[in-house]
């Protein structure tokens, strides 16, 4: 069966129209993933491993033009072409200026870093992509390996289904949620690191340790990590502002909940909050607040109604003829106050999966974000979880008391950062 013709352009999806007008120095709203290899890596495998893979992936290569009432992704002709890294992480890759591409891969000693654009896709549909190219690299590269049998790669879907728009597809008219009563959230504050960088300190945890430990305490691992980070963030709270909740963003990736295979955006977000001033500060406490906030949000009826509350807008006949000018200006107050609703953010990506055939070449995944705060994100491989931070502070602090927490519950970290100047 052939795959639908792409079209020259296409809309930016639901998730994906916030990014353009917020977009800066700050917070590029870029994400990396990485792979780490035992072999160092061959430039001219991983660029032909690179044209093979956007070619399964057509919408990587657009780029972002402002129209009269929306932004839209149009298709280009420039060729996307690996380099050595040389950039800070999670550098700008849309410039409204200038058009390119709006993704990037580069490669240092043994390691591949794919680094995304957020309106291009959310991380469940950029992990389609990298995984994809890792998996072409390591069949070039190691093509004397593979000729008896090809493995194969467990991405069925069609170009349509990767372009798919998931946000129009389960919109419905009929099922408008209810707004929940927002708290106030703890903001953190502090120096900022200087000309816009981010520290990255990741910690590296055996998956079965950690496994262990989260059924000790009758939970995910999800609300475990976000428990330990809601307790490291309130011994850094001043007395004075105790009176305020710590609230966590948690993405959520809602292919679990709706059947989708797109390589877009499809995930939402649900706030979970603690008053460490009204309850206990022992993490069994926070863990079972957690439990119950986790189950109100995380249900299929609930996150219907958020894709119908959000969607509902473009919907909307009179809102959709408002001038892009305007609705950038409504987009970035927007943003401004759900920037302000929560304290931090923690993004479970979860487990990534590849062919047994190229395991042995690979050593570990991770992914981390830009932030003008503070952000964790985390996923396993084989047996390793990495724990992501990425921070806009100088103050390590939360960081260190959050590691020190794991190893204080007997789990063995080993921590890796990288080098930031602090003066």
């Not at 260190?400 to 930031?420: A, G």
Request: net charge positive.
């Amino acid at each position: 069966m052939k795959n639908k013709k792409v079209t020259d352009w296409k809309k930016l999806d639901n998730a994906a129209k916030i990014f353009p007008p917020n977009s800066k120095k700050s917070d590029t709203k870029v994400f990396r993933f990485a792979c780490e290899l035992y072999d160092s890596v061959d430039k001219n495998a991983l660029q032909n491993a690179l044209n093979i893979t956007v070619d399964a992936f057509p919408l990587y290569k657009s780029i972002i033009k402002s129209g009269l009432f929306w932004y839209y992704f149009e298709m280009s002709h420039f060729k996307p072409m690996v380099m050595e890294e040389n950039l800070p992480p999670c550098s700008p890759l849309y410039d409204k200026n200038n058009k390119t591409l709006l993704f990037r891969v580069m490669y240092y000693k043994k390691r591949i870093s794919f680094e995304v654009y957020h309106a291009l896709s959310d991380g469940a549909g950029a992990l389609q992509f990298f995984k994809t190219l890792i998996f072409h690299y390591i069949i070039i590269k190691y093509e004397y390996k593979f000729k008896d049998k090809i493995p194969h790669l467990d991405i069925e879907a069609s170009v349509a289904q990767k372009m798919d728009d998931s946000f129009q597809k389960y919109y419905s008219s009929s099922a408008v949620g209810v707004k929940k009563k927002s708290v106030t959230a703890y903001k953190l504050r502090g120096m900022k690191i200087p000309e816009y960088r981010i520290s990255v300190i990741e910690g590296i945890v055996p998956v079965d340790s950690i496994i262990q430990k989260v059924k000790e305490y009758n939970t995910s691992l999800t609300i475990f990590l976000a428990a330990i980070l809601m307790c490291s963030i309130n011994e850094e709270i001043p007395i004075r502002h105790k009176k305020r909740s710590v609230v966590l963003s948690i993405p959520v990736n809602l292919r679990n909940y709706f059947y989708s295979e797109t390589a877009r955006n499809f995930f939402g977000v649900i706030n979970v909050s603690y008053n460490f001033a009204a309850g206990s500060s022992d993490l069994r406490e926070v863990i079972e607040h957690l439990k119950k906030e986790f189950k109100e949000n995380l249900t299929e009826e609930i996150l219907a109604k958020r894709i119908n509350n959000l969607s509902s807008l473009e919907h909307n006949f009179l809102l959709r003829a408002i001038p892009l000018g305007i609705k950038d200006i409504a987009l970035k107050i927007a943003n401004s106050v759900v920037d302000r609703s929560y304290t931090s953010t923690l993004s479970n990506v979860g487990k990534v999966v590849v062919p047994d055939e190229i395991k042995q070449f690979i050593s570990s995944f991770d992914i981390f974000v830009s932030t003008n705060k503070l952000q964790a994100c985390v996923c396993s491989y084989e047996n390793k979880l990495r724990i992501s931070f990425t921070s806009a502070f100088v103050s390590t602090e939360i960081q260190r008391r959050f590691f020190k927490q794991l190893t204080s519950l007997n789990l063995p970290v080993i921590i890796e950062s990288n080098i930031v100047n602090e003066e």
